[in-house]
Structure formats: structure tokens, C-alpha cells
């Protein structure tokens, strides 16, 4: 044994310096170091304080995020007739301003013949709003006895002197003339984006991909951007046909029990059902109401309300399972709250947009780690 092999250690009996008892490999990384509790709730404040800017931002965005949203929707319905005009060998910006050209057409149709239908509705609607008032005068007397009794609660508890509000008139003219104003240029927003998605949409997600430097990673990006499209595209082609059924059926059903302007109806039944259960129940009390003003007997308006809510039963629990199938089926809770709440951040526009953009969340977080709870908690 020489020198030098007795001055070297050996490993079985020494320690070794590094705490690894001589099995230290310089190739294995340092294990990650453990979230302390301050450190898990400094992660969620951070998560929850970005959902609020979020939120606020959306909120704050409406004017130009809801004109996109619905360009976006209205695209991913119109992708079948655009890869169909591909298969002929149509250049896709002459494709896309063909599919708006009709789009624009037909809604000019739908709107001039309701135009009248709707104005004329205006026109009785004093009478009419007394007619109804002499019908239901039983349970408003009702109702304001009830309320009488309780104001005099209220006087007899009450230690503050009382105070007058003085309520300013509104200028229906003006609130009028805003809306009008604000759609008119929401619906020429949307339909330029539109016109735009069709033509360089596919080409603009083909230059996204290319940027995406890791070739698993540009892979995973254009699987997602093919599933959202497929899947998204089909929902909503499912769901705009089995309205269609729904509203034709209303339609008819309306015009057997002597109902006016059963085809208005329809597409108003139609156009409501995007708005899971506050649409058919928003449609089922106009329906009522209507009902009573035309009939003298509450006999036909409850068998019209009757009728209308079975059909909507019928569509919602049976026609629109069987044709959607369980893929993308969702949790009716989640369905519920993405409609109350889109319907409170961006109006009736987000409220049509709540279950696509649900789906849309769903599909990612099936595929992004980060929105996996998304996707777990919203499957049916």
C-alpha cells in the first residue's frame, strides 16, 4: 500500500462534506424548496387580486371586447361554410365577403319583417297595458294592501323624520337615440371584424404557431387552436339548429292557438333560447303576457304558457343531450352562474356569449395545467 492510499479517505467510513453520505451525484438538481404558509396565502392574493383586474378590465373593455367576442363566435359558426367554399377553390376574402353579404341580407330580412309587427305592438301598447291592468287588478289590490300595511310598519318604528327624494325626469329620446347609437356601431364592428376573421383568421393562427420556438410547443398550440375550433364550431351549429327547430315549433304551435304574429314569436323564442333557463323563462312570461292581453279567458293563456315550457323542457332535457352528446356536456350550476354572470359584466350580449365562452375555458383547461380546476369542476 503506498503513501497515497493511505492518505485517501474512504468512502464507506468517512461522511461525506456534502451530507449525501458519498452518494452525491453532481447531475441530480437541488430538490425545490418547500411553500412556507405565508408563502401559499401571498400566491393566492396575488391570484385573486389579478382576477379582479381582470375583471375590472372586461368590465371597463365592453365597448371593444364585445364586438370582438361576438365576431369571434360568429366565425367559429361560419368555419364549416368557409372550408367548404375552400374545397372549390374560392379565394377566402372573396368566401368571406359572400358568407357576410348573406348574413347582412338575411338580418335585414328578419328586421324589416318584424319592423312593423313591433311597431304596431308599440302603437295599442297603452291600451293594451290598461287591458292587462283590469285583468290582474285582483292580485294588485292585493299587493298594495300588503304594501300599505307595511309602510304603516314602518312609520310606526321609524325615529327619523321623514325625507323627500326628488327624482329627475329621463329623456326617453335621448336614452334612445344612445342606444341606438352604441348598437349601430357595435353591429358595423362586429361585422368588419368578422369579415376580417374569415378571410386572415386561419393565416394569423399559422404565423402565431410559427413563433412558438419549441416544436412540442407549437404542436400543442395548433392541436388547441383546431380542438377550440371543431369543438366550439360545433356547439354552437348544434345549438343555432336545434333553436331554429324550437322557435319553428313555437311558431306553429302559437299560430294553432290564435296567437298574433306567431312567426314574430318563434324567432323571439328562438333568439332568447342561447340564454340557458333565464331565456326560456324571460320568453315563457312575455308569452303569458301576451296571451292575456289577446284572450278574454285565462284558460288559453296558461295552456300557451304550458305548452311553450314543455317544449323547452323537451329541447333542453332530450333533443339538445342527444345532439351535443356527453363531450360537451357541463355542469348546469357552472352553466347558471357563466350566464348570471356575463349577463352582469356585459348585458344580454354576454349572457348569448356565457356557455361558449364556458366550453372555450373547458377545452383549454383540459389541455393548460394552470385552468385544469376550470375544466374539472365545469364537466357535468
Given at each position: 500500500?503506498?503513501?497515497?492510499?493511505q492518505?485517501?479517505?474512504?468512502?464507506?467510513?468517512?461522511?461525506?462534506?456534502?451530507?449525501?453520505?458519498?452518494?452525491?451525484?453532481?447531475?441530480?438538481?437541488?430538490?425545490?424548496?418547500?411553500?412556507?404558509?405565508?408563502?401559499?396565502?401571498?400566491?393566492?392574493?396575488?391570484?385573486?387580486?389579478?382576477?379582479?383586474?381582470v375583471?375590472?378590465?372586461?368590465?371597463?373593455a365592453q365597448?371593444?371586447?364585445v364586438?370582438?367576442?361576438?365576431?369571434?363566435?360568429?366565425?367559429?359558426?361560419?368555419?364549416?361554410?368557409?372550408?367548404?367554399?375552400?374545397l372549390?377553390?374560392?379565394?377566402?376574402?372573396?368566401?368571406?365577403?359572400v358568407?357576410?353579404?348573406?348574413?347582412?341580407?338575411?338580418?335585414?330580412?328578419?328586421?324589416?319583417?318584424s319592423?312593423?309587427?313591433?311597431s304596431?305592438?308599440?302603437?295599442?301598447?297603452?291600451?293594451?297595458l290598461?287591458?292587462?291592468?283590469?285583468?290582474?287588478?285582483?292580485?294588485?289590490?292585493?299587493?298594495?294592501?300588503?304594501?300599505?300595511?307595511?309602510?304603516?310598519?314602518?312609520?310606526?318604528?321609524?325615529?327619523?323624520?321623514?325625507?323627500?327624494?326628488e327624482v329627475?325626469?329621463?329623456?326617453?329620446?335621448?336614452?334612445?337615440?344612445?342606444?341606438?347609437?352604441?348598437?349601430?356601431?357595435?353591429?358595423?364592428?362586429?361585422?368588419?371584424?368578422l369579415?376580417?376573421?374569415?378571410?386572415?383568421?386561419?393565416l394569423?393562427?399559422?404565423?402565431?404557431?410559427?413563433?412558438?420556438?419549441?416544436?412540442?410547443?407549437?404542436?400543442?398550440?395548433?392541436?388547441?387552436?383546431?380542438?377550440?375550433?371543431?369543438?366550439?364550431s360545433k356547439?354552437?351549429?348544434?345549438?343555432?339548429?336545434?333553436?331554429?327547430?324550437?322557435?319553428?315549433?313555437?311558431?306553429?304551435?302559437?299560430?294553432?292557438?290564435?296567437?298574433?304574429?306567431?312567426?314574430?314569436?318563434?324567432?323571439?323564442?328562438?333568439v332568447?333560447?342561447?340564454?340557458?333557463?333565464?331565456?326560456?323563462?324571460?320568453?315563457?312570461?312575455?308569452?303569458?303576457?301576451?296571451?292575456?292581453?289577446?284572450?278574454?279567458?285565462?284558460?288559453?293563456?296558461a295552456?300557451?304558457?304550458?305548452?311553450?315550457?314543455?317544449?323547452?323542457?323537451i329541447?333542453?332535457?332530450?333533443?339538445?343531450?342527444?345532439?351535443?352528446?356527453?363531450r360537451?356536456?357541463?355542469?348546469?350550476?357552472?352553466?347558471f352562474?357563466?350566464?348570471?354572470?356575463?349577463?352582469?359584466?356585459?348585458?344580454?350580449?354576454?349572457?348569448?356569449?356565457?356557455?361558449?365562452m364556458?366550453?372555450?375555458?373547458?377545452?383549454?383547461?383540459?389541455?393548460?395545467?394552470?385552468l385544469?380546476?376550470?375544466?374539472?369542476?365545469a364537466?357535468r
Amino acid at each position: 500500500m503506498t503513501a497515497s492510499d493511505q492518505q485517501r479517505p474512504d468512502p464507506a467510513t468517512t461522511g461525506d462534506t456534502s451530507g449525501n453520505n458519498g452518494n452525491s451525484d453532481p447531475g441530480t438538481p437541488a430538490s425545490a424548496p418547500v411553500e412556507t404558509g405565508w408563502g401559499r396565502i401571498e400566491t393566492r392574493l396575488l391570484i385573486t387580486l389579478t382576477l379582479l383586474a381582470v375583471i375590472y378590465t372586461l368590465a371597463l373593455a365592453q365597448l371593444l371586447l364585445v364586438p370582438i367576442a361576438l365576431a369571434f363566435l360568429l366565425s367559429l359558426v361560419l368555419a364549416p361554410v368557409m372550408r367548404w367554399l375552400a374545397l372549390l377553390r374560392i379565394p377566402r376574402p372573396l368566401g368571406a365577403a359572400v358568407i357576410v353579404l348573406l348574413l347582412l341580407s338575411g338580418l335585414n330580412y328578419g328586421v324589416s319583417q318584424s319592423v312593423d309587427p313591433v311597431s304596431d305592438w308599440f302603437e295599442r301598447a297603452p291600451r293594451l297595458l290598461k287591458q292587462l291592468e283590469r285583468k290582474i287588478n285582483p292580485i294588485k289590490k292585493t299587493v298594495e294592501d300588503m304594501s300599505k300595511a307595511a309602510d304603516q310598519v314602518d312609520r310606526i318604528a321609524s325615529v327619523n323624520p321623514a325625507q323627500t327624494v326628488e327624482v329627475k325626469g329621463i329623456s326617453f329620446s335621448k336614452m334612445l337615440y344612445s342606444n341606438a347609437r352604441g348598437l349601430a356601431t357595435g353591429a358595423v364592428t362586429t361585422t368588419l371584424l368578422l369579415y376580417f376573421i374569415l378571410s386572415w383568421g386561419q393565416l394569423m393562427i399559422t404565423r402565431i404557431s410559427h413563433l412558438q420556438h419549441r416544436e412540442g410547443r407549437r404542436d400543442q398550440f395548433i392541436e388547441l387552436s383546431v380542438t377550440l375550433e371543431a369543438e366550439i364550431s360545433k356547439y354552437l351549429s348544434c345549438i343555432t339548429l336545434v333553436n331554429f327547430g324550437l322557435g319553428s315549433v313555437v311558431a306553429a304551435a302559437l299560430y294553432l292557438f290564435g296567437m298574433p304574429n306567431p312567426l314574430l314569436w318563434g324567432a323571439v323564442a328562438a333568439v332568447l333560447n342561447f340564454i340557458p333557463y333565464l331565456g326560456g323563462l324571460v320568453t315563457a312570461l312575455l308569452l303569458g303576457a301576451t296571451a292575456l292581453l289577446t284572450f278574454d279567458s285565462l284558460a288559453l293563456p296558461a295552456m300557451v304558457v304550458v305548452t311553450f315550457t314543455l317544449l323547452n323542457i323537451i329541447e333542453g332535457q332530450i333533443v339538445t343531450p342527444l345532439v351535443l352528446g356527453q363531450r360537451l356536456a357541463l355542469n348546469p350550476l357552472m352553466v347558471f352562474l357563466s350566464v348570471l354572470f356575463w349577463f352582469w359584466l356585459w348585458g344580454v350580449a354576454g349572457a348569448l356569449m356565457a356557455v361558449p365562452m364556458l366550453i372555450t375555458l373547458k377545452l383549454i383547461g383540459d389541455r393548460v395545467d394552470a385552468l385544469r380546476p376550470i375544466a374539472v369542476i365545469a364537466q357535468r
